[in-house]
């Protein structure tokens, strides 16, 4: 099975329970196909850069899923035949992309659950550690090299 990315817009006019509706559409789609949905997110309704279908605004959806390249095609053909769907962009992703793009907790699950780059493994929390435990330079010392800067300007 291939990583993919896929990116659908839905008509705008939906409310919140036929947007539910469809993801769950969409997710049957790709269970049709063998594939698995590892996350999938509702982005919320945004401004399109332009017009498609006379509509200017769309629900975004994005789905992190496997599924086999020889399927991708016929998944391709259920989104084109689904009137509720205004367009879509299908990505394969290299399996370290996969993991950096859809490993991550979803902005949409609960808030009290800590992914892993909030628990302090990720880099950056390590240099921030590294960054506090060193003292930080002395005023005195500072003002000594500023003062020595300045003398052999003049």
Same mark, same amino acid.
Request: some cysteine; overall charge negative.
């Given at each position: ?66 599924? %086999? ?6 998944? =391709?053909? @259920?989104?084109?035949?689904? &009137?509720? /769907? ?49 003292? %930080? ?6 003002? =000594?090299? @500023?003062?020595?800067?300045? &003398?052999? /300007?003049?």
């Amino acid at each position: 099975m291939r990583f993919y990315q896929t990116i659908v817009i839905l008509r705008p006019d939906l409310d919140d329970a036929q947007a539910k509706e469809n993801s769950e559409k969409i997710k049957g789609f790709i269970a049709k196909y063998d594939g698995e949905i590892v996350r999938m997110d509702n982005w919320g309704k945004k401004r399109l850069a332009y017009r498609i279908k006379k509509n200017r605004f769309g629900i975004y959806l994005n789905i992190c899923h496997k599924l %086999e390249g020889s399927q991708v095609d016929s998944l =391709e053909k @259920e989104f084109r035949l689904d &009137e509720t /769907i205004l367009k879509f962009l299908v990505v394969r992703l290299e399996a370290d992309e996969f993991e950096r793009i859809c490993g991550q907790q979803s902005i949409f699950d609960d808030p009290d659950k800590k992914s892993d780059s909030e628990e302090g493994s990720s880099r950056g929390d390590e240099t921030a550690t590294k960054a506090e435990s060193e003292p %930080e330079a002395e005023p005195e010392a500072e003002a =000594e090299a @500023e003062t020595e800067a300045a &003398e052999e /300007i003049n």
